[in-house]
């Protein structure tokens, strides 16, 4: 079946630091790959999205790119800010349309 | 905002009672899914409606429902509620479903507190 690995948190950081988090992902077919982000007590936010290999995924400063030869999908900013600590979730969605999400990774960014 | 609406925002109930979650889709969005946040079993997927029909059925407990109406919105029913019930729902959507293509947004969630 579909798996999603994230790397464990919480990942604590200064302000302006350079994230890096973790996502290898085991699908069947040609899966869609996604991160979203939930604030503290907020819903889930669709951060960006990669629909096929090689595809970059970026907003608000985060990039993602789809390695199929390493089935990842790792997410990364260049200079962090405090209002970027929430959890990260990555996700995929299969041929089938069946999404699958990993754990999360919380991240800490301190001023 | 993703366009998805979930009403109420909050709510505590007592252990045995029922509750009724309600959701909007996005504009033109013909698919609804509901997916259960919970600290010790993280993201769960409950159900997923299309166009007023039942799709796929995840991890929903049978003291729970759910239904897609006519005009898209849906409802989700937890009944015989019990403290281990205490979670966020989330709500989200989709235009279409069953292929990798399709993007899945979601609603702000319902957090419900079963005291």
């Known amino acids: 079946g579909n798996s999603v690995t994230q790397m464990e948190g919480p990942v604590t950081l200064s302000e302006e630091a350079f994230l890096t988090i973790n996502c290898t992902y085991t699908a069947t077919g040609y899966p869609s790959l996604f991160w979203y982000v939930q604030y503290p007590g907020e819903g889930l936010q669709l951060l960006l999205k990669a629909t096929k290999a090689d595809d970059k995924g970026s907003n608000k400063g985060f990039e993602a790119t789809y390695r199929k030869e390493t089935t990842s999908f790792h997410l990364e900013k260049g200079s962090v800010q405090v209002s970027d600590s929430a959890v990260y979730f990555c996700?995929?969605?299969?041929?089938?349309?069946?999404?699958?999400f990993g754990a999360g990774t919380q991240v800490v960014v301190t001023p | 905002d993703s366009g998805v609406t979930q009403t109420p925002k909050h709510l505590i109930t007592a252990t045995g009672q029922r509750v009724t979650l309600r959701c909007s889709p996005r504009?033109?969005?013909?698919?609804v899914y509901w997916y259960q946040q919970s600290l010790d079993q993280g993201l769960q997927f409950l159900i997923q409606y299309y166009n007023g029909e039942e799709r796929a059925k995840g991890n929903i407990l049978e003291r729970f429902s759910a239904q897609q109406f006519p005009d898209l919105h849906s409802e989700l029913n937890l009944s015989s509620l019990e403290l281990g019930d205490s979670a966020l729902y989330f709500c989200?959507?989709?235009?279409?479903?069953?292929?990798?293509?399709?993007?899945?947004?979601f609603g702000e969630g319902s957090w419900l507190t079963v005291v």
């Open positions: 996700a995929l969605i299969d041929s089938w349309g069946k999404l699958q």
């Open positions: 989200a959507s989709s235009v279409d479903f069953g292929y990798a293509g399709n993007t899945i947004y």
């Open positions: 504009s033109g969005d013909l698919s």
